[in-house]
Nanobody, 122 residues
Framework: VQLQASGGGLVQAGGSLRLSCATS????????VGWFRQAPGTKRELVAR????????YYTDSVKGRFTISRDNAHNTVYLQMNSLNPEDTAVYYC????????????????WGQGTQVTVSS
């Protein structure tokens, strides 16, 4: 399974960005996909997760009500819509896939895309 993340950039506080994760490879649409982020000096954390059916997404508390994860299996793409961004959201964002349902640790996701930088200015 291969993943390609895109859509990062520089945005002012209060603005929005949409990240995309294009997946390819055998049965890629059957995997749970998570969006992780890592700021300098911090651990990589799970921001949002969506299973293969798209039901009951997971969000970390700090992004609830602001971020929305969705997937389009017909186009093998998972999206992360990020609204009301603040400087604390600044990080490199990664998408990852795994044959899991409720895992939050990076070690449970064997397939990773390259990161995309999100910078929110105050």
């Amino acid at each position: 399974v291969q993943l390609q993340a895109s859509g990062g950039g520089l945005v002012q506080a209060g603005g929005s960005l949409r990240l995309s994760c294009a997946t390819s490879g055998r049965a890629s649409s059957s995997y749970t996909v998570g969006w992780f982020r890592q700021a300098p000096g911090t651990k990589r954390e799970l921001v949002a997760r969506i299973d293969r059916t798209g039901g009951t997404p997971y969000y970390t508390d700090s992004v609830k009500g602001r971020f929305t994860i969705s997937r389009d299996n017909a186009h093998n793409t998972v999206y992360l819509q990020m609204n009301s961004l603040n400087p604390e959201d600044t990080a490199v964002y990664y998408c990852a896939a795994g044959n899991v349902r409720v895992a939050t640790l990076p070690s449970f996701y064997p397939y990773w895309g390259q990161g995309t930088q999100v910078t929110v200015s105050s």
